[in-house]
């Protein structure tokens, strides 16, 4: 019994990312393809998201441009193509604050954004930090900031500190602080709704890019490998990623990295029109499927 | 084609515009801790304080820029950023009337996004800093 159906819906990608971005210590070994993905969460009679990509009035031209960012796709279209429209989500959870995956919050209007309280405050107080520290705002839109603060106006930003059980039912949201931001997060989905569940998943924002991060090289013999960018600690990087591997009981391919190209060789997917993949990993009882 | 003398004042400039953005971000940032209810969302934040020695430092350099013919157009919406931004600083001294600060921060943001597509050189944001933005294109 599925409560929810669960899709990875790519927006976008760079054909050729560095694989040392994604992969620590994985210098000078070529690229791969990095998708730009969100996560579509349907059941109970709700519809939520995980993350929203980035907003291409603003960046899209030089994403498109200078760094090779392609296929970009408005939500209205993406999600059209699982038969739902924007103003349908009533719920986002935000892994990060990061430009390409809260950069989209005004297309969502009816929607509200969950974001750990710590990922605001520290960006802040960073802010406040000279500017030889500025690597440290690495990835922030200061239009994100502005439409932040009226989505904290209407009541539809809500400032999780900590962990927290069943903002949905099934749904949980833990932190991962200083690891890849100050207060990244990310979300499990117990899809059989039991407290003790045998059907989580997790979709863990950019704490990890792809399986290398959450088994290392030789899946025979596992090991941890963090992301290729940290704010946090390397350290906390790894120990957050045992945490995740424990709660889908060890199965990594349960743990969903949304830059990861190769989900579409363990899950059912498809291709749309415009180029772009939907990736379709569990089906709500009585749910139709969005690929094939 | 940017002339030379345009190129210096792109040089010149670029600290200017990215400290007036990064005031417009602070405050921004102070404002979004204010309306979601943090306890962090005070006057008392440091990030004020920064934010005001910064603004000084953007509007000296702001009086010391020479624009060039090509320059003017980005010269004049830097100069309606640091107006704007400079009223919303002034608002936050006297408490943290969301309103009152966020509707002059907006328009001056809005200046400096102008500013950015006005010549190159001035990003919105660091891309090349960015964690999901590969490498440039040659």
Known sequence: MNAYSLWVMEYAAVPNYPQSGLIYGMHNQGTRKLPYCYIVIKGHGKLAMVDVGYNHKAHGEVLANTYGVRGWRAPKEVLAEIGIQPADISTIFITHAHFDHMGNIEDFPNATFYLQERELSKWVWTMSLERRFRWLMLGIDPADILRAVDLARQGRLVCVDGDRENVLPGIDLHPAFDTHTWGSMYVTVRNDLAANSQSSWVFCGDLAYGYENLRGHDPEDPEYIPVGLATGSQFNLIMTTERMVKSVGGDVHRVIPPHEERLKDLFPSRITKAGLRITELALADGEKSQVV | ?138
């Open chain 2, 1 to 138: 084609m940017i002339n030379d003398a345009t190129a210096k004042y792109i040089v010149e400039n670029k600290n200017c515009f990215e400290d007036l953005k990064q005031v417009a971000s602070q405050l921004a940032g102070l404002l979004v801790l204010a309306a979601a209810g943090s306890k962090e969302g005070s006057p008392d934040h440091p990030v004020l304080g920064a934010a005001r020695e910064l603004y000084r430092e953007a509007n000296d350099a702001l009086r010391r820029a020479r624009p060039t013919d090509q320059a003017c157009k980005h010269h004049a919406h830097l100069t309606r950023a640091a107006a704007s931004i400079g009223i919303a600083l002034k608002e936050a001294g006297g408490g943290l009337n969301i309103d009152a600060i966020l509707i002059p921060l907006r328009a001056g943001y809005t200046e400096l996004e102008r500013a950015a597509d006005a010549l190159p050189g001035f990003e919105k944001i660091a891309y090349r800093r960015a964690c999901c933005v590969g490498a440039r294109i040659q």
